[in-house]
């Protein structure tokens, strides 16, 4: 996992994300989360088109089976890069998520957590310049119980400017593991 943390942490700091409000200047991953939309995984904020996401993406991880973890999908871009306003736009909370260990291979599976907000596909306008799409993996305190009245409603614009950073904190959430892509319209042309 040695290199692959070096290439998520290289990717971050490339996309200026590292550093971040969400994601601190000493930050090292200590778990690999792998998050795929059909097929393709992403990696290292690979593009993906409006319509490779309108689907729930899967989400696997390695971690120790004692621990909770909460999800988070937030766009640091919106409603552009160029004037990001809106940031973070929370796009996917799921709490209370836990491994169970896999009879199979030794590993551990993910077993489905509870939806705080339902997933909402990244919806990048052609004109735009591409996202950047965060996906964010917290070990929660122990004894945490989250409900959806503890992020905000499902509203569209309700969903714009969530303090994603204050609401880490506040919960006392500590971060584990990230995956990021970039997102552009079906309809973005590089140029």
Known sequence: MASNIENVLNSLKQAKLLPSKLIKEDFIPTVDLSVTFSAKPLKHGNLFRVSEVKSEP???FAAPVSHTYTLLL?????????DPKFAYWRHWIVSGIKTSPSPEDNSNSVDT???????LAPGVKD???PHRYMFLLYQEPPN???SKSDVGGEEFVERRSFKADEWVRQHGFELVGVNWMTGAG???KEG
């Open 58 to 60: 899967t989400i696997s």
């Open 74 to 82: 937030v766009d640091p871009d919106a409603p552009t890069p160029d």
């Open 113 to 119: 957590g509870t939806t705080l907000t339902q997933y």
């Open 127 to 129: 004109e735009s310049a």
């Open 144 to 146: 945490l119980s989250l």
């Open 186 to 188: 079906d309809g973005w």
